[in-house]
């Protein structure tokens, strides 16, 4: 068998994959563009331990900063002259005063531990509301739309939890940051031609950090299309949903086959970034260990020549290890903060494109006479135009059924009726308001819409039909009776081991899975329970058995008694008493009419409803 190879076309260079390079070159620079919309988010979610970090990180680098000088005094009473007891008794003060300080810093870092504890948390639970806000807020059709929909995930699945790691990774850095300034500050103070030596001893671990992190950025450039490709894989082996469809097409080995395809490259580029990483550390470890060496050496020839006295000296040394570690953290803090920085962007830039205009002025609308003058729709990024110059009314209490072949386009017209997408060409008028120029919710709640393939809601039976109007008012659910009962959805519910409390969810403890009718019966319930002026069923009774579909079209006749009602179905025989047939084709409307009249015309309706009517004759 020829395997595919994921390296192939598309798959290297999808457009949802991030340019690595610009980042990569940018490195240290990146920071500051990096840190803004972090601290924004750390500010917005946990202000008051975001002043306490701060606040206990600078009396911290103080505390160092002290902590250097009074070793200074300690070690120049030690090394003076005179009998051991004296010398350690003069050095008594200085002593105490070295373990004050350090023991302030302890405490303050201990306190930057809890309020930081107190950060991340927060940021998470702040920044997930804010995404998901967005994403609710976003128009249907945003949706269709493939590059906001990358932009989504890239949001969800990893700015989301890189927003979090740049959180603690800022931290981090201010942290070591301070630390730096308290050590060069403090030899800065002791002696200015200290600076430099810290700078010898320093940087060549420095370089090595950075170098390392820069790889491992570069490497996962290189990786997140197969990383998505494993991700991909991983939920066809072990989800309920493609598990029955894989064991009878006996597709296991080609599953299998994926997942080598894609994990193998994947494991050698990890192990060619752990080399390359453990390469560079060592030869940074060797240049690191060279520098200290002539940083002892100049030190040294310092004390010889007097430049500086040997107790300054010493806290030179104990300086520049406290400088090193310090600087070991920053770079690698910084480093990650960039990689970060770049999924936050990704974060940020969907928030600012999911933002809608403000929604307009609630107003009243009368939805029962509609009226579609010119109507066109494109969905996003697509050359084709679904729906095509639709001019046509619907009359108050009217059932009007749309039929026509798969894609005519009969679901996108019922939800431009239903003002779900806003027309490309023509407008939808409800009674004389144009629907594109009202505000969403008042559209929304004027309509009662049973789709094709209904939310399956992970919840009890009683929220799965709630939810239809979760604000309605219904204390003794006579309502949901009602609705349950016109559906066929009582018998459902009643061989539920907890009725109406029954979780419908196997993903749960305790959760029951339902038959694809069983679910309808819910679902249509749900569109009864909502109870608006504006009807639209999209299929409602395709996975239905023909006694559930019989009780599922009387309730339909007695509501659509003082309502309008839009009907989809591929069954012609239950459009046969709808007042008027529109029959699409490849988005036009091609004919209009009542039964009997469209058969009478010998078109297309015609034909179809002979080809149906021979089936069943047949069957
Ligand atoms: N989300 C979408 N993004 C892009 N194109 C779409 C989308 N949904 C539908 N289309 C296209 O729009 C056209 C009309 O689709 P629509 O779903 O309205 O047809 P339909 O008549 O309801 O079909 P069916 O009988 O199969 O339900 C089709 O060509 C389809 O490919």
Do not use: C
Not at 428 to 433: C, D, E, F, I, R
């Amino acid at each position: 068998m020829s395997e595919p190879d994921p390296r192939d076309g598309n798959l290297v260079t999808p457009h949802w994959q991030l340019d690595d390079s610009a980042a990569t070159r940018r490195g240290l620079r990146g920071v500051p563009a990096a840190t803004w919309p972090v601290l924004g988010t750390i500010w917005r979610a946990a202000p008051g331990a975001a002043v306490a970090v701060a606040v206990m990180q600078v009396v911290s680098g103080l505390a160092a900063a002290f902590g250097l000088f009074a070793t200074t005094g300690v070690l120049t009473q030690l090394l003076a002259s005179g009998p051991t007891t004296e010398r350690v008794v003069a050095a008594l003060p200085d002593l105490l005063l070295v373990g004050a300080a350090f023991g302030l810093r302890g405490a303050m870092d201990v306190g930057v531990a809890l309020a930081h504890a107190r950060i991340t948390p927060s940021v998470r639970r702040v920044a997930e509301e804010r995404l998901y806000a967005a994403s609710l807020g976003a128009d249907l059709a945003a949706f269709d739309d493939s590059e906001f929909y990358d932009r989504m995930h890239r949001a969800r699945d990893r700015g989301l939890f890189f927003l979090e790691r740049a959180a603690d990774n800022l931290v981090e850095l201010v942290g070591s940051v301070i630390g730096i300034a308290a050590a060069a500050g403090s030899l800065a103070l002791l002696h200015p031609v200290l600076l430099p030596v810290l700078l010898l001893a320093v940087l060549p671990d420095g370089w090595a950090v950075q170098r390392a992190a820069r790889l491992a950025y570069a490497s996962v450039g290189r990786t997140v299309v197969l990383d998505r490709r494993v991700q991909m894989v991983s939920d066809l082996a072990t989800e309920r949903e493609p598990a029955a469809e894989i064991r009878a097409y006996q597709a296991e080995p080609f599953v299998l086959d994926e997942y080598r395809v894609a994990a193998d490259p994947l494991r050698d580029e990890d192990v060619r970034l752990a080399t390359a990483q453990a390469r560079v550390r060592g030869v940074g470890r060797a240049l690191a260990g060279l520098g200290l060496a002539v940083t002892y050496v100049v030190l040294g020839l310092l004390v010889r020549y007097e430049w500086v006295p040997l107790a300054v000296a010493g806290t030179a040394v104990i300086a520049i290890r406290v400088a090193t570690t310090a600087l070991n953290r920053l770079v690698l803090a910084a480093n990650q903060l960039v990689e970060q920085g770049m999924y936050v962007a990704d974060y940020q830039e969907f928030l600012a494109s999911a933002r809608r205009p403000a929604d307009r002025p609630e107003v009243g609308l009368d939805p029962s006479r509609v009226r579609l003058e010119g109507v066109s729709f494109s969905y996003p990024g697509s050359g084709r135009v679904a729906v095509d110059g639709i001019t046509l009314s619907i009359e108050p209490g009217e059932t009007v059924a749309l039929v026509g072949e798969n894609g005519s386009g009969k679901t996108t017209l019922a939800k431009l009726i239903a003002g779900l997408y806003a027309p490309t060409a023509g407008r939808v008028l409800w009674g004389a308001q144009d629907i594109a120029e009202a505000d969403r919710s008042s559209v929304a709640s004027q309509v009662m819409m049973v789709l094709q393939d209904p939310v399956r809601w992970p919840h009890t039976a009683r929220v799965n039909v709630r939810v239809g109007r979760h604000s309605r008012v219904d204390p003794d659910g006579v309502a949901l009776k009602q609705a349950a009962g016109q559906a066929g959805a009582d018998v459902v519910v009643d061989g539920l081991p907890a009725g109406w409390e029954t979780l419908l969810s196997k993903q749960f403890r305790g959760g029951v899975e339902l038959s694809g009718g069983q679910w309808q019966r819910l679902a249509v319930a749900r569109g009864l329970y909502r109870d608006a002026p504006l009807l639209i069923w999209d299929e409602p009774t395709a996975p239905l058995d023909a006694k559930a579909e019989f009780a599922v079209y009387e309730s339909l006749r007695a509501l659509a008694e003082d309502r309008t009602v839009v009907l989809i179905t591929h069954r012609l025989a239950s459009v046969r008493h709808a007042d008027r047939i529109l029959l699409l084709h490849e988005g036009k409307l091609v004919e209009q009419g009542t039964h009997a009249e469209l058969l009478a015309s010998g078109g297309r309706y015609a034909d179809l409803y002979e080809l149906q009517s021979r089936m069943y004759a047949d069957a």
